[in-house]
């Protein structure tokens, strides 16, 4: 096991004085051993009870003669070795399991925990223990977060009172305590065109405390339901014939303006608090985390769901609209309603008016959506796997994509599965036919035909405003994620980087998950670090303290990095190396039938480079590496090709090839509920990415995909004369990713990716001049 920690604040030996003064672990400075004790009772919650604190020491070994209890009775001075040899146990890890007892410091540098040089007097212990403090054990806490889990706070009566130990807001809030609050805000838009503005269900949680408390925001369209069937019926067909488009370009205008002229609701009464509450149960388990630390969650599902008004429009102005009013609410500059019915307001007035926005996918993606509209009040978003242009979700380079796993979704079938409006029979009897007519334009907008950008697009496309963005960005992504594709956090980063704005942004190995209760990766102290400084002005230097990018190694586990930028301009130029300059698009009906009723039918045979079930249906080129290398940023992909009709489509994907245990695609559960989110809290379980013991041949790097109709751009169509060169330019999906030496780079090009393309059987034939085609590989 390996532990990275990047969250870490270093302090000087008055601030350590003062926070550990803080939180009751130190009062006076004694002699050294003196003062072990005294920091050991508290560790140990044996303040009083001096019987039960020596049989808490005789548990603790301090050397291979000793237990801690015959260490200190016998009074031998403490050293740094046995110092670290119960610090070791302290953080729960095991004797010749996860550190030897005759090398403690050297176990700690293993284990990639921080250790002091020194241990002559009772300042360097302060500074030891501190430093243990803020040292994750190895279920992915901090002692001092684990000590808090198991009461520590409550017992020294420190609860509910917001207290910062190395920059971070610590989790002294009583659950017991909590208020449960539901409010309805009103929007200036009338989605759903009943000649009433909508309201918007509001779902509040937030600790007791007597200071005013920033709130995390997370817009979540699934949080109130979903309708799975409705969402099914309208899946599309993915097996159909590649056509010949309209040569033209589309044209896109300005957005009109969305707000609905209908005059709000006028108060009849205020109330100074919420009258209504909702449910009791975990929900994101990072918001969780921050709960008890002094963050308000605030949870908002938006237009078109259970208990709110409108449609639901996927991803539009209308969408982003709603999705603000919450925030302008709790900044105080909108109002809200106790109920749906009598217009009694109330406000945010615990809310210390900052804002921060969480979520993965959906609810990610609507933190971006916010944050381009520069509305007051949102200081931070950490958006997770989230889309930053729904083109780029759904669609590619003129083509049709389906995100990994969901062949045929498209924007109209997730604005009716998420529509929640629908699983209330009152309300969907009221509204149902609206909502079937909007989502018939809906689907006509997206236009499936031809894979175009358009105004549709457009209107969903959140790099148009990202000058507008006042709100400070630590994007979090997963280069294997093939729901949300890589280009998403990668245009943005790209747009954002030179702004003046703080901007961070991690990149793990995964495929769309969460990762905050990986115990090799101090994800949830990060957040905690950025959110005490962006939401309560805490000056941590968190800004400083951060690298730029932090990514996760994909050749080892419990692995992670700092790099200045990602994307860089290094590029190195390689010809096609292939014996074969065409491959066919149509396969035998047996194989096709196959491939496009299961995908990973396909997806056996692709991967297997030397399958002969399609030996004809792309060409192969390889890269031989002789060193290390690290690729970072998007691969440029130059080819001179023909088609033999009107119409062609290109996939394109690198592999890493060669036999070796990679880390699994997946992370593994490794301990259920064994990550405490508080004190008399939630529990979640703890996961990391495992080398797989089994051997693959390859990996997919990145990929990407293109209409060559669309060679120039993806709201223009070309014609293609059959058998005519022509220039293609393709950019794969940005990634990094490191290539251990005496391995090779696989380049596939290919026709349909039967995952994410319309599956079709065309015969078409392609041509690759190799002449004058190359790869543009981006090295750190």
């Known amino acids: 096991m390996k532990i990275n920690q990047f969250a870490q604040v270093p302090t000087n030996i008055s601030n350590i004085k003062e926070e550990l003064k803080s939180i009751n672990f130190y009062s006076d400075e004694t002699e050294i051993n003196q003062l072990f004790i005294d920091l050991m009772r508290k560790e140990k919650f044996s303040f009083s009870d001096t019987n039960v604190f020596w049989y808490e020491m005789d548990k603790i070994i301090a050397d291979e003669k000793n237990t801690l209890k015959s260490f200190l009775i016998n009074n031998h001075k403490l050293n740094l070795n046995v110092f670290y040899v119960i610090a070791l146990q302290l953080l729960d890890f095991q004797i010749d399991v996860d550190f030897e007892i005759d090398k403690p410091i050297e176990s700690m540098h293993k284990l990639g925990l921080k250790t002091i040089n020194q241990l002559n007097n009772s300042q360097d212990l302060l500074k030891a223990w501190y430093l243990l403090l803020n040292t994750h054990n190895k279920y992915g806490l901090n002692l001092i977060d684990e000590l808090a889990s198991n009461g520590y706070y409550e017992k020294q009566e420190l609860t509910n009172q917001l207290i910062f130990f190395n920059g971070k807001a610590q989790a002294t809030f009583t659950t017991k305590d909590f208020y449960y609050e539901t409010v309805f805000v009103e929007t200036d838009l009338d989605s759903d065109m009943d000649g009433k503005n909508d309201l918007i269900k509001v779902e509040i949680t937030r600790p007791k405390s007597n200071l005013k408390i920033p709130a995390i925001y997370t817009a979540s369209p699934y949080d109130q339901g979903v309708n799975e069937k409705l969402g099914e019926n309208l899946t599309h067909d993915v097996k159909k014939s590649l056509i010949e488009k309209p040569i033209g370009k589309e044209i896109i205008n300005e957005q009109e303006n969305i707000i609905n002229n209908t005059k709000n609701k006028i108060p009849s009464s205020i109330s100074e608090n919420a009258t209504l509450t909702h449910s009791i149960k975990p929900k994101y388990s990072l918001n969780d985390y921050l709960l ?40 105080g500059d909108r109002i809200a309603f106790t109920d749906r019915i009598n217009h009694i307001q109330t406000k945010a007035n615990w809310c210390n008016g900052n804002v921060a926005m969480t979520g993965r996918s959906y609810l990610g993606t ?47 079938v997730l604005a009716g599965e998420t529509f929640s409006r629908s699983l209330v029979p009152g309300d969907n009897l009221k509204i149902r036919s609206k909502f079937d007519k909007y989502l018939n334009q809906m689907k006509k907008q997206q236009d499936r035909e031809t894979g175009n950008y358009n105004q549709f697009w457009d209107k969903r496309n959140y790099l148009n405003n990202v000058n507008k963005i006042k709100a400070d960005l630590l994007i979090v992504h997963g280069l294997n994620d093939w729901n949300v594709k890589p280009k998403n956090p990668g245009n943005l980063w790209q747009m954002i980087k030179n702004m003046n704005i703080n901007k961070k942004i991690i990149l793990h190995q995964g495929k769309h998950i969460n990762i905050n209760t990986f115990p090799s990766f101090d994800y949830s102290d990060i957040i905690n670090l950025w959110f005490s400084n962006k939401l309560y002005d805490k000056e941590n230097n968190v800004d400083n303290i951060l690298p730029t990018v932090i990514w996760q190694d994909n050749t080892l586990s419990n692995t992670w990095h700092k790099l200045n930028d990602w994307n860089k301009n290094n590029y190195e130029t390689y010809s096609l190396n292939t014996t074969y300059d065409s491959f066919k698009n149509k396969i035998s009906n047996e194989l096709f039938d196959k491939y496009s009723v299961n995908y990973k039918n396909w997806q056996h045979d692709f991967y297997d ?102 060679r120039t751009a993806p709201n223009i169509s070309e014609e293609i004369i059959p058998n005519e060169y022509y220039d293609v330019k393709v950019k794969l999906n940005p990634t990094i990713y490191k290539i251990p030496a005496n391995r090779s780079l696989s380049l596939i090009i290919y026709s349909v990716d039967y995952e994410m393309t319309i599956n079709n059987n065309d015969d078409i034939k392609y041509t690759i001049d190799l002449n004058n085609s190359t790869i543009k590989i981006p090295f750190e």
């Not at 290390?628 to 009107?646: A, E, Q, W």
């Not at 990550?675 to 990415?689: C, P, Q, V």
């Not at 013991?693 to 995909?705: D, R, V, Y």
Request: net charge negative.
């Open 292 to 331: 008890v630390r002094g963050y308000a969650s605030v949870y908002a599902a938006g237009i078109g769901t259970i208990d709110s008004d409108g449609f639901q429009t996927c991803g539009d102005e209308q969408q982003t609209a709603s999705t603000i009013a919450v925030i302008e609410w709790l900044h």
């Open 366 to 412: 609507l933190a971006i959506a916010a944050a381009t509209t520069g509305v007051d009040g949102l200081k931070t978003i950490v958006p997770e796997a989230a889309i930053s242009s729904w083109y780029d979700y759904y669609r590619e380079n003129g083509l049709v994509i389906a995100p990994e796993t969901f062949p045929g979704e498209d924007a109209d």
């Open 609 to 710: 480079l030397n399958n002969q079930n399609l030996t004809h249906n792309r060409i192969i080129s390889t890269i031989e590496l002789k060193e290390d290398k690290i690729i970072n940023g998007d691969i440029k992909v130059n080819l001179r090709i023909k088609s033999s009709k009107n119409i062609g489509m290109l996939s394109i994907a690198l592999l890493d090839n060669g036999d070796a245990n990679r880390l699994k695609e997946f992370p593994t559960p490794i301990a259920p509920n064994g990550y405490k989110l508080g004190y008399k809290w939630y529990n979640d379980t703890l996961r990391e990415f495992e080398i797989n013991s089994k051997i693959t041949s390859n990996k997919l790097i990145t990929k990407a995909h293109i209409n060559l109709q669309n």
